[in-house]
């Protein structure tokens, strides 16, 4: 099976930007997870979405960052706008319902630079 | 909230033995998994541990005491390709499942 996908790869911004990056999660998958990994740490949950809807968003900065997840499957993270501290990659993974939904599977995340 | 303890780093000889330990202290708890994640690319699951014991896989064991908040990932007959960062996570309950990492213990095996 395809696994998670994630878009860009890479981006470079300046501050005071914004970005967006798109995942698109395993098939049949209810479950979706927006992480931020800073270099050197582990990754910190910003968002959970299960289908379409929220179930988890206390750790996302809602005054810049904002996430959607359209008919419950593709999924947008935006940055608007970006500061120096949100230089990280950003972790989609998805996961499905029981009995293995404790199982994520991560896609190979997007690396941002804001400079 | 949450709070979850591994070492930063480690070094161990190929085809030895390494023990990685992790405390953690939560509330809801709702079972320890533990990540593998190899310098720039994505974590990758390991084991889930929700009783107390040893689960095996392979050259790969994990260890779960809830009374004690304590677990630990062993690997056995160490590899070059098992240097990587060791991710500790926790779930916790509360309608759905949450997951928070550690910060993870970067593994080297050397010759």
């Known amino acids: 099976e395809a696994g998670v996908a994630q878009s860009p790869r890479y981006k470079i911004i300046e501050k005071r930007q914004s970005v967006a990056f798109w995942c698109n999660p395993i098939?049949?998958?209810?479950?979706l997870y927006w992480y931020q990994q800073i270099l050197g740490q582990g990754p910190k949950l910003l968002i959970q979405?299960?289908?379409?809807?929220?179930?988890?968003d206390s750790q996302l900065p809602k005054d810049r960052f904002s996430a959607e997840r359209l008919k419950g499957v593709d999924s947008t993270l935006k940055i608007q706008p970006a500061k120096l501290e949100d230089s990280a990659v950003y972790l989609c993974a998805s996961s499905p319902l029981s009995p293995r939904g404790y199982e994520q599977y991560f896609g190979p995340g997007t690396r941002l630079t804001v400079t | 909230g949450q709070n979850i303890d591994q070492p930063t780093e480690m070094t161990a000889t190929e085809g030895a033995i390494v023990q990685i330990n992790c405390t953690y202290q939560?509330?809801?708890?709702?079972?320890l998994f533990w990540y593998q994640q190899h310098a720039g690319e994505a974590p990758t699951f390991l084991s889930y541990?929700?009783?107390?014991g040893l689960e095996e896989k392979g050259r790969f064991s994990s260890f779960l005491s809830r009374s004690k908040g304590y677990s630990y990932l062993l690997l056995k007959e160490l590899q070059m390709k098992d240097s990587a960062s060791y991710l500790c996570?926790?779930?916790?309950?509360?309608?759905?499942?949450?997951?928070?990492f550690g910060t993870g213990t970067k593994l080297q095996v050397i010759p």
């Open positions: 541990n929700v009783l107390d």
């Open positions: 939560t509330s809801g708890f709702n079972g």
């Open positions: 996570a926790v779930g916790n309950s509360g309608g759905y499942q949450k997951v928070t």
């Open positions: 979405f299960q289908n379409n809807g929220v179930v988890d």
């Open positions: 098939s049949g998958h209810a479950t």
